[in-house]
């Protein structure tokens, strides 16, 4: 099953900590391997900064999307202000054997 992570910066001090935190969680989400379909920021209005993350991730269920959200560093540091795991459906621009 697919689940997005949908993860809120905390305003103002989630920048900061985002930076510290970011070797981390990069290792952590390559480390996730073919269980990650899709990672990125949320950016501002602009596009000038993020404001958080999505993440598509594969898990087994709901319960253990959620623990698996509970590892990212990012969430561990402090970034986020909330996390939403949510199933989610891919219906387009799959790719082919996924």
């Given at each position: 099953?697919?689940?997005?992570?949908?993860?809120?910066?905390?305003?103002?001090?989630?920048?900061?900590?985002?930076?510290?935190?970011?070797?981390?969680?990069?290792?952590?989400?390559?480390?996730?391997?073919?269980?990650?379909?899709a990672a990125g920021p949320l950016m501002d209005d602009d596009?000038?900064?993020?404001?958080?993350?999505?993440?598509?991730?594969?898990?087994?269920?709901?319960?253990?999307a959620r623990a698996l959200s509970k590892t990212d560093p990012y969430a561990i540091s402090g970034v986020f202000e909330s996390v939403t795991v949510q199933p989610w459906k891919w219906l387009f621009g799959k790719p082919e054997g996924v």
């Open positions: 099953m697919l689940f997005a992570f949908i993860c809120r910066d905390k305003p103002g001090e989630g920048p900061e900590l985002r930076a510290k935190s970011r070797p981390e969680h990069l290792a952590w989400i390559e480390g996730l391997g073919d269980r990650i379909k596009c000038a900064e993020p404001r958080g993350s999505l993440l598509i991730v594969e898990a087994d269920d709901l319960d253990a």
